[in-house]
T-cell receptor
Framework: QKEVEQNSGPLSVPEGAIASLNCTYS??????FFWYRQYSGKSPELIMS????GDKEDGRFTAQLNKASQYVSLLIRDSQPSDSATYLC????????????FGKGTMLLVSP | EPEVTQTPSHQVTQMGQEVILRCVPI?????FYWYRQILGQKVEFLVS????????KSEIFDDQFSVERPDGSNFTLKIRSTKLEDSAMYFC???????????FGPGTRLTVL
């Protein structure tokens, strides 16, 4: 059974700090990895995708993937109060399937 | 910027009634999905749709559920006889390619009484 695990949090950081969000997945053949942000009562909003080992940067966001350790992370630099949300990790195993398996999400709270 | 739209934003229905949730995917996307999220729980995959047929479905997507692309723009999810446990947020998503990024609509909150 495919599992995506995230610490539910909340992760509390002060404004301007780096927030580090982590995710592990169980299916070794997983190929595509996505981070979504979800504000309370709203839909998931895509932040980053990452497909190969290493780092991928987009503005204040950096996704890191380590397939050997089955681990993907999201770093948010210069965190802002508007970043306060739940961050969802989603994994696609590839092959014949294009469905996403989501983790329960980590709640991030950025205090001014 | 193109986006996925969904209607209605909130649907209240009586148990046993049929509901149809509507979605307009991003116009040049070819892959369409329905997910649901029960309050306080994770987002769960229901069904994927490509080339006018279901490509994959989860255990949740039983005979009470169906999907259709009735025209060139709409993508619908029908629940034939709603149950209390069908109460959830239903999200439509679309993608330009298999394994590509999926973009979610704003969701329909379904409340079954």
């Amino acid at each position: 059974q495919k599992e995506v695990e995230q610490n539910s949090g909340p992760l509390s950081v002060p404004e301007g700090a780096i927030a580090s969000l982590n995710c592990t997945y169980s299916d070794r053949v997983s190929q595509s990895f996505f981070w979504y942000r979800q504000y309370s009562g709203k839909s998931p909003e895509l932040i980053m995708s990452i497909y190969s080992n290493g780092d991928k940067e987009d503005g204040r966001f950096t996704a890191q993937l380590n397939k050997a350790s089955q681990y993907v992370s999201l770093l948010i630099r210069d965190s802002q109060p508007s970043d306060s949300a739940t961050y969802l990790c989603a994994v696609n195993i590839g092959g014949g399937s294009d469905t996403l398996t989501f983790g329960k999400g980590t709640m991030l709270l950025v205090s001014p | 910027e193109p986006e996925v739209t969904q209607t209605p934003s909130h649907q209240v229905t009586q148990m046993g009634q049929e509901v149809i949730l509507r979605c307009v995917p991003i116009s040049n996307h070819l892959y369409f999905y329905w997910y649901r999220q029960i309050l306080g729980q994770k987002v769960e995959f229901l069904v994927s749709f490509y080339n006018n047929e279901i490509s994959e479905k989860s255990e949740i997507f039983d005979d009470q559920f169906s999907v259709e692309r009735p025209d060139g723009s709409n993508f619908t999810l029908k629940i034939r006889s709603t149950k209390l446990e069908d109460s959830a947020m239903y999200f439509c998503a679309s993608s330009s390619g298999s394994h590509n990024e999926q973009f979610f609509g704003p969701g329909t909150r379904l409340t079954v009484l």
